[in-house]
């Protein structure tokens, strides 16, 4: 996992800014601040938590900067996600 994380890291900090490398999203949210949908987090490692904020259903959790990696190669750039969200 450090190799996934130095492998990508200049482009997201350049793209992103500063993250913390552990830091989780639900997929709920990756598909909410990135964008995304379920085949674009197809094949990621996640964590799956059952009862999460109360929902009888399994939530997955993705480290951030997966998704991160996986906004910039369905978007190419912050600059066009961020022209997508608005």
Known sequence: SMQRWEKGKERRMEEFGHSKQWKTLSSHEAY???????RDLAG?????????????????FYVVFDV????LRKWGSAQ?????LQ
């Open 80 to 84: 066009l996600l961020e022209a997508a």
């Open 44 to 60: 990621l490692p996640f964590v799956a938590k059952y009862n999460v904020y109360g929902a009888p259903r399994h939530t997955r």
């Open 68 to 71: 991160q990696d996986a906004a």
């Open 32 to 38: 909410e601040q990135y964008n995304l949908r379920k």
